[in-house]
């Protein structure tokens, strides 16, 4: 895959950096992009505020915000291909304006996601509704070509009623 210098970043774009390049952490940084942030002027140049998915970590790819070198970033040509299986401790997180899951590519909160959020919400379910409203809202105004009925059926139609006894 060929590598371009940095012009611009965008949303579901795989950057790379080197480890002096990036705040804070050790070693070649891969990231997907899901949230492009501000750009910060300091005395050794224009730094770019990045929120993605790690990937070729140990561990398994995981959600972290970053600060990166403008200059430095190298931006894989083209969109990443969309996953079609899920490695291990995938992330399950959305990659936006498309709102796909960057875990395993289909429309988010996907399958895997939504049983993750029953779990981790099990305590509190009015925590998750107003969770995912956020989340509903955002889509919509990414989204405008989607009925509002199946925004809503994609986020909050599938919590179930009640709890689970």
Known sequence: MTRR????????????????HYCYGLGRLTLRVIEVGRRERHSDGVWLNLRGVELGRP??????????RLAAIRVRSGRPARPTTPGPGAAHVPVRPDWLCTG????????DRRARLLVEYASDRTALAV?????????????????????????????????PP
Do not use: K, M, N
């Open 5 to 20: 210098r940095l012009t611009g970043v965008r949303v579901g774009d795989v950057v790379e950096a080197d480890e002096q």
């Open 104 to 111: 395993c590519g289909v429309a988010w909160p996907c399958p």
């Open 59 to 68: 561990g398994g790819p995981r959600q972290r915000r970053v600060l990166v």
């Open 131 to 163: 969770y995912l409203g956020c989340h509903l809202a955002d889509a919509a105004s990414e989204l405008p070509a989607l009925p509002p009925g199946e925004l809503y059926s994609r986020f909050l139609g599938w919590l179930p009623d009640r709890p």
